[in-house]
């Protein structure tokens, strides 16, 4: 069993399937499952891969997944080729081993595992598969999900593969996400010398105060599940054409603020324009939510993940809400109830990237007992 999901894992990790691509991945696992008797619709959109696919009746469990990767970076600063999987000292290298080919391969073979030992189960157990979940994704979760809306598919549980496990394989788990929130922000001046800045007014001057408050601005306090909304500047430019002797006209920030459900877009936006009042600044302001924050109870597959969790690794996960966001978003009016739990996330999106192996067999048994403990 240990060999399968290795071999699966190193299977998608040799395919550069740099988002929105999947190149390939999608189709290995389709023929797997179709093998396993599960119906499965492509639902390919412009540059995005998609697929639904699903065996058995009643109660449904949705095993959710991207198999898009971020690049790969400077390639020399990599041990190994990080689209040639390989194995050290028990330890699997690859971009998008963690993020999130391992756990793709796991829910594959533990769902194979399942259906070869109960033929007959009780439920349905399906897979909502993605190539765009790591750039833009508006071709790939968010537009599957408005069509089986549109169907009335029902699905009572949501299994996200995201990897999530902090220091030790099932530490964490995650019942939501905080919204992201850019917004870029232009101060204005005035334009001339450097010699005569009497004549001239510096935005860069200007803007230091107000930056100064801005970064210890607070907007909520938050809460048992979320920590308070955050703030970070991101960028700080002036002057298209710089010359050394030249007063920049203006001066262009980048900010993103990463929101829980207790404060919104608009207070935020609320916030930040008041501050620039306060402190005479000209400005324009463009903003993109590109996320809203997300928020399921803890409830009964929580309480099963968590079992499941504890009887391989003897650890008790924390639930939590933070770090980036995910396509769990989608499903919050689709799904009764979400978890996301996968690998360990330590070395995600940067070089050298990395699980153990003993990690990668650990997580399949895991998701193969939540199958028994929800269909037996």
Same mark, same amino acid.
């Given at each position: 069993m240990c060999t399968k999901v290795v071999n699966?894992?190193?299977?998608?990790?040799?395919?550069?399937?740099i988002s929105p691509k999947d190149l390939g991945c999608q189709e290995i696992l389709i023929k797997r499952l179709q093998l396993c008797g599960f119906y499965v619709e492509r639902i390919n959109l412009n540059d995005t891969n998609n697929f639904w696919a699903w065996r058995g009746y009643g109660k449904t469990i949705t095993f959710l997944g991207h198999t898009d990767v971020v690049p790969a970076g400077n390639i020399l600063d990599w041990n190994t080729s990080p689209f040639l999987s390989t194995?050290?000292?028990?330890?699997?290298?690859?971009?998008?081993?963690? =993020?999130?080919?391992?756990?793709?391969?796991?829910?594959?073979?533990?769902?194979?595992?399942?259906?070869?030992?109960?033929?007959?189960?009780?439920?349905?157990?399906?897979?909502?598969?993605?190539?765009?979940?790591?750039?833009?994704?508006?071709?790939?979760?968010?537009?599957?999900?408005?069509?089986?809306?549109?169907?009335?598919?029902?699905?009572?549980?949501?299994?996200?593969?995201?990897?999530?496990?902090?220091?030790?394989?099932?530490?964490?788990?995650?019942?939501?996400?905080?919204?992201?929130?850019?917004? =870029?922000?232009?101060?204005?001046?005035?334009?001339?010398?450097?010699?005569?800045?009497?004549?001239?007014?510096?935005p860069i001057h200007i803007?230091?105060?107000?930056?100064?408050?801005?970064?210890?601005?607070?907007? =909520?306090?938050?809460? =048992?599940?979320?920590?308070?909304?955050?703030?970070?500047?991101?960028?700080?430019?002036?002057?298209?054409?710089?010359?050394?002797?030249m007063i920049p006209g203006d001066l262009s920030?980048?900010?993103?603020?990463?929101?829980?459900?207790?404060?919104?877009?608009?207070?935020?936006?609320?916030?930040?324009?008041?501050?620039?009042?306060?402190y005479f600044i000209r400005y324009s302001i463009h903003w993109t939510c590109y996320a809203k924050p997300f928020f399921f109870s803890p409830d009964v597959f929580c309480d099963i993940v968590t079992k499941s969790i504890y009887r391989f690794t003897n650890v008790n996960p924390a639930i939590k809400t933070n770090g980036g966001t995910s396509d769990g978003r989608f499903m919050i009016n689709v799904a009764n109830q979400m978890v996301e739990f996968g690998?360990?996330?330590?070395?995600?999106?940067q070089v050298n990237e990395c699980i153990s192996i003993k990690d990668l067999f650990t997580l399949q048994n895991i998701y193969f007992d939540l199958l028994s403990r929800l269909f037996l």
């Open positions: 699966l894992t190193q299977k998608l990790v040799n395919i550069p399937s194995i050290k000292n028990g330890v699997l290298f690859g971009r998008g081993v963690a =993020d999130m080919k391992g756990s793709i391969a796991a829910m594959v073979i533990a769902v194979e595992n399942f259906i070869k030992k109960n033929p007959n189960h009780y439920g349905r157990i399906s897979f909502l598969i993605t190539s765009d979940e790591e750039s833009t994704g508006k071709n790939g979760i968010k537009k599957v999900i408005s069509l089986l809306k549109k169907r009335k598919e029902i699905i009572d549980y949501c299994l996200v593969g995201e990897p999530t496990s902090e220091k030790k394989l099932g530490d964490c788990i995650k019942n939501g996400r905080r919204g992201s929130l850019s917004i =870029d922000l232009i101060i204005y001046g005035k334009q001339g010398h450097a010699a005569y800045p009497e004549l001239s007014i510096n803007s230091v105060p107000f930056l100064a408050e801005l970064s210890t601005l607070s907007f =909520d306090n938050g809460n =048992d599940f979320f920590i308070p909304t955050t703030l970070q500047i991101l960028k700080v430019s002036s002057g298209k054409n710089y010359v050394t002797n920030i980048s900010l993103n603020v990463r929101f829980s459900p207790l404060s919104t877009e608009r207070n935020i936006i609320h916030v930040i324009k008041s501050l620039l009042k306060k690998l360990l996330n330590a070395t995600i999106h």
